[in-house]
Structure formats: C-alpha cells, structure tokens
C-alpha cells in the first residue's frame, strides 16, 4: 500500500500563506470524504500546518490528487502555494505525522493542543487499513511522548506561566478565585487558563465597572470599581493585574492590613502591565508572590529550555514507534501468503475430518468438539512458527523472496490467484 | 541470617537516594527507581525488626544503635505513607540520604542484630517505640516544613528554575506538615504519658525538660494553626525548629543508652 503526503507549514510559509488553506474541522472531514474516492484520506488543518494524508493500494495519482486539493483550497493564489508545499511517502510521511503528534513539529516543542487536533482529523477522515494504522500509532507516539519524556510539562505561554505558577502554590485550583485588576486581552487570557483549571473568577476590578462588564459577564464575574479591590483581596487566592495606570494600582501601604488579615493564607499576585500594577514590596510580606511579565517571560523561557532538550528524548520514542510502522507495513508484503498457507491448511484438515466421519459418527457431540479443536490446534502449531518468520523476514526487507517460497512449496500459487 | 536483611535495606535506601539526587536531572526514572527502592528497603527492614524482636532476648532496640534501627524505620515509614510519591521527590531526596546514612551507622553499632536484647518491661518497650516513632514523624513534618521554606524562598525571590525542579505545591505541604505533626503530636504524647508513669521522684533531666518543650512548641503550633489559623512562613519557621529541638532529643534520651 501507498502512503502520500502533501501539506504546507509553518517552517515554509508563512501565516499570509497558511491561512488561505486553513480549514475548519467540519471543512476537513467533508474535504476528506471527496477525496477518499478509491483511498484512504485524511485532512489535518491547525493553525501551523495544513497537510492531505492520501492512501491506497496502488500509487493512483495520489500526490497530485492530495496537490491538486491543497492548491484549489487556496483558490486563485494557488500560485503562491505551489512552491511552499512539501511531499512525503511511506515511512517519511508516517515519521512526520508521528513528529507533529508529538509536538516536535510545532513552535513550541510539546505543546498540547496538536494531539487533539491530529485525533480529530483521525476521526473526521475516511481511513481504512492503513490510515487507521499510521494515526491511530501517532496518537500513541504523542502519548508515550509525553508521558515518558517532560516535553510537555513545564508551561509555555505568559497565561500558562501564570496558571501553572497558581497551582504551584495552591495545588488543586478547584474552589480556588481569583480577580482580575484591569480587563485587558492578556488579563482575560491568563484569566481563561485559570478557569479551566478549575479557579472561579470572582471580581474584575476597572477604574471604570462599565468597560469591565463586558468581561464579567463572560467569565461569570462580578465588575467593580477600583475602589472595591480592597474588599475583595480578603477572599481571593490569585490577583491578575494589566491596567494601564501610569502608577502602582496594588500598594503595600494600602494593602499591608489586608495581605496580613490572611494570616499566610498564600496570595498570588499575576502583574502583567507595563507599567507595573503591583507594588514590588508587597512580595516582603508572608504568603505574597509577587511576579510580573518579566518574571513570567523567564519562566516561559526556562520552560522551553527544558522543553528543547527534552525534544532530543521525544525523537527517540517517536523513532521507535516509526521502525514499528515500518515493520508492519513490511509485514503487509506476505501478508497473502500467510492467508493462503493457512487457507490451504484448514482446507486440508476439514477434508481429512470429513473423510473420517464415517468412523467419528460413533462419537458424542462433546468428544467430536474436542477432535476439532485437536485439529485445529495442530495446524495453529505448525504454522506459528513459519507465520513469525515470514513477519520477521519481511521486517528484513526478505519478506518477498520467503513468501514465494512458500508459496512453491506449498502450491500456493492458484490458490491466492482464487482468493 | 539477620545481617542478611540489613544488606537489602541498606542497599535499597542507598539507591533511592542516589535514585533521588539523579531523579533531580531524569525526574520520571529516577522518580519511580527512588520510590521502589523507599518499598523494597522499608519490607526487608520491617522483615528484619520482625526477627530481631522474635529471636532477641529482651528489648532488641534498647540501645542507641538499636533505637536508631528503630528511629529509621519509623522516619522511612511516615515518608512511605504521608510523601512517599512523585510530586515529594524532593521531600524523598532530603529524607533517605540521611535514613541510609543512620541505618548504616546503626549497623557499625551493632542495632541490627540480635545479640544484645535490653530487659525491659512492656511499659519501657511501649515507651521507646511512642517517643521514636513520634520524633520520627517530627523529623518529616519538619523536613516538609524545611522544603516549605525554601520554596517559599524561590517563589519570593521569583526563581524561574520552580518548574525545573518540580517541587512540591506550597499548601500541600503546608497540609501534610501539619498532619504528620498532628499524628505525631499524639504518638508522643503517648510516649510522654508512659516515661512519666514510669518515672521515679528526683529522675526527672534535662533530657525530658528538651522533650516537654518540644511537646510544647508542637502543640502551641498546631493550636495556633486551629484557633488563629496560623500557617505560612512562620509555622513553616517553627517546625523547623523543632527538627533542631529533636536533633537535641534523640542523642541525649534515646541514642544515650
């Protein structure tokens, strides 16, 4: 079988050209029905890459069905295209995708989101024997990517930094709340990170409760006016602050009878704004974190650090998992001998058992099962071994050369023209 | 036969130790070789406590070696149940180097054989296992309190290297600190009660001055925490002190004999 792949990406193109063949996933999984006349296909569409998995028993043209598909998405700039696209077949193509599941294919080494989208691109796309094969062994090699290496662990946005600092602190985010100081795009980012942690947005706190409404009322919080900061940071775990003030919003003179009252009760104050929001002296006192965007950036920065040289371990299990790919797809080569030696064998032994039903007649039901079964576990035996041998000559490259051997030996030659 | 079990949990301590300090660097393997080697140390000491107290003659861990035997199983034993996971690897690389080095020092001073049972009455027998079993969980809780402080120190002073390390969350140790030190609180109590019990007019030392106040710090640390909610840094600070306090305990009382 013939494995192809065309696709364009992020190491290539750049956003002006990737977004004219971006697709969403219902355009995907329709994208893929039309072409899966006569093969196997596949559409995986992410904000990096959009790439046409093609395949079938024959070549068929495949590379330029999956080309021709790719450049008409991008319409009448197709020219624009046509240069930035890459193609892959068989092995290449199945290490790529085992590549981008593990997330060694993005801009940032493991980040999470791409095995999601690669599983539904896998279930949106009209598979068979050998997609099936090749995406479901993806979706394993970003898996054991993950959990065997710490690619993915340590946080790689400001947002996540910040969301991964909390639970640092306070473990299970669950029943945990936060407010935010200021309703700024990065704010409601870091806010939306805690929230799927589990944190309850409680407050948003603007020098204007009006523009914070809009806000509050997406993320289920309530808007107050800077002046009802002091009374809500009694019963919050983490303060998110980006207004654009030109002074300390968050003081330590202000604040100081408040962050005590908590008694260490541990406080996580996210400044993101430049200028700063959040007094720096309020870090002095017991149970304050105090981090800003600089903090942040260098811990995104140490993280992807990790990250990188995690990369290096990641590689190896995603080349393991490709030589097992390889390996199968070799063993599909003696494939039909194996069907047809093991065809011929139970041909031979339901006829020797229909030869000796004259004398079998005067046994019971349960004595003819165990016959049968005798029967049929002899033939298994046999045929165990030569089966391995001929999967593991195929791995070999010999798969070819042993299964007309066997098919000359046998007389097989008829009875996979039949089949 | 008895030195046969030292050697096992000898060498399986020492190698979740150096499992742990490697762990720092190969966080997932060296995490679960270190966490075997804490199962497996632990069994074949318990298997070697079980035969000193069946073959011996008398109290087997009377002596200072042999309360050190005893100290270490109890210490290793707290960590197995209240730390002994992935997220305190770093509680796992303060505690077994030490618990390795005690079991060996304790083997050199003949605590993990059989030979030299103490006579003792069951309320003596009682008494020492309390008290040890007591500071030993102390010893963790403070440990906990001990790594508390530190990462509350990289927190402050913003250390991006947190992740890196993978420490463990800040309340939960504030937490389990505070439960080990409950748990422990009551095994020492029990362990106060029988010393006392036993005592005789004009025994009471110094040594037993050093444990009451510790008792007393612990305790007025836990009732803070109930009644004025104090946590954070300073109990964090104060349960490290007790870790000081019991270094002063265990020789003068316990290892002394």
Not at chain 1, 22 to 28: F, K, L, S, Y
Not at chain 1, 59 to 87: F, N
Not at chain 1, 217 to 232: E, F, H, N, T
Request: charge should be neutral; proline fraction near 3%; aromatic fraction near 6%.
């Amino acid at each position: 079988m013939k494995l192809v792949l065309v696709g364009i990406s992020h190491h290539r193109a750049p956003v002006e050209l990737r977004e004219r063949v971006a697709v969403e996933p219902e355009r995907a999984a329709e994208l893929s029905s039309s072409l899966a006349d006569g093969c196997e296909a596949v559409v995986l569409s992410t904000c990096n890459r959009t790439e046409i998995y093609l395949a079938a028993d024959g070549d068929a043209g495949l590379d330029a069905r999956a080309t021709t598909a790719l450049l008409a998405l991008a319409g009448d700039e197709s020219s624009e295209i046509a240069p930035v696209l890459y193609r892959l077949a068989d092995e290449s193509a199945a290490l790529h995708l085992f590549r981008v599941a593990a997330g060694l294919d993005s801009l940032v080494p493991g980040e999470g989101e791409i095995l999601g989208q690669v599983r539904t691109a896998f279930e949106s796309g009209t598979t068979g024997a050998l997609l099936d094969r090749v995406f479901s062994q993806a979706l394993h090699a970003g898996r054991r990517a993950r959990v065997e290496t710490a690619i993915g662990e340590s946080p790689a946005s400001v947002p996540a930094a910040a969301a991964a600092l909390a639970q640092q602190v306070f473990d299970d985010l669950r029943g945990r709340s936060a407010m935010l100081v200021g309703a700024g795009k990065m704010s409601e980012l870091t806010a939306r990170n805690l929230r799927s942690r589990g944190v309850r947005i409680a407050a948003i706190a603007n020098r204007t409760p009006a523009h914070g409404d809009a806000l509050a009322a997406r993320l289920g919080a309530s808007a107050v006016g800077l002046d009802g900061l002091r009374d809500q940071l009694r019963g919050v775990d983490v303060v998110v602050a980006s207004t654009s003030a030109p002074g300390f919003v968050l003081r330590v003179d202000e604040l100081e009878h408040e962050v005590r009252a908590r008694r260490g009760r541990p406080l996580l104050l996210v400044d993101l704004a430049v200028p700063r929001d959040v007094d720096p002296a309020l870090a002095m006192l017991d149970g304050c974190f105090v981090y800003d965007i600089d903090d942040l950036e260098a811990v995104v920065e140490a993280s992807l650090d990790v990250r990188r040289a995690e990369a290096a371990r990641a590689e190896r299990v995603v080349a393991t998992e490709a030589q097992r790919f390889q390996e199968w797809q070799a063993s599909l080569a003696v494939v039909p001998a194996i069907a047809s030696l093991r065809a011929h064998a139970e041909e031979i032994r339901a006829a020797e058992l229909a030869k000796a039903e004259g004398r079998l007649g005067r046994l019971s039901e349960s004595e003819r099962r165990i016959v049968e079964s005798m029967t049929a576990q002899i033939v298994n035996k046999l045929l165990h071994l030569p089966t391995v041998r001929l999967k593991q000559a195929a791995a070999a490259a010999d798969g070819p050369a042993y299964a007309d051997v066997v098919r000359h030996l046998f007389g097989l030659e008829g009875d996979e023209a039949q089949q | 036969m008895v030195e046969l079990l030292v050697w096992p949990a000898l060498v399986a301590y020492g190698e979740a130790a150096l499992a742990y300090a490697g762990g720092l660097r190969t966080p997932r393997l060296g995490g679960n070789l270190a966490i075997w080697g804490v199962r497996v140390g632990w069994l074949a000491q318990t298997a070697l406590l079980v035969v000193q107290g069946l073959r011996a003659d008398g109290f087997p861990w009377g002596s200072w070696a042999g309360a050190l035997n005893l100290f270490v199983w109890f210490v290793v034993g707290v960590y197995l149940v209240w730390g002994c996971n992935a997220r305190f690897r770093l509680l796992g690389a303060l505690v077994m180097p030490p618990a390795a080095a005690l079991l060996a020092v304790s083997w050199l001073g003949g605590g993990t054989g059989v030979e030299d049972g103490v006579q003792a009455g069951a309320l003596l027998a009682a008494h020492v296992g309390l008290m040890l079993a007591g500071l030993a969980g102390l010893a963790v809780a403070a440990g906990m309190s001990a790594l508390y402080l530190w990462e509350d120190r990289s927190l402050t002073r913003r250390d991006s290297r947190l992740f890196r390390l993978r420490m463990p969350p800040l309340e939960a140790l504030d937490r389990i600190a505070a439960r080990v030190a409950g748990v422990s609180l009551g095994l020492l109590s029990g362990g106060i009660v029988l010393g006392l019990a036993r005592l005789r007019s004009g025994e009471f030392d110094a040594a037993m001055a050093v444990t009451i106040v510790l008792w007393a710090l612990v305790a007025t640390i836990l009732a803070l925490r109930l009644e004025a909610g104090l946590r954070g840094r300073r109990a964090a600070t104060l349960l490290t002190v007790a870790l000081a306090l019991i270094a002063v305990v265990l020789p003068i009382t316990h290892f002394a004999s």
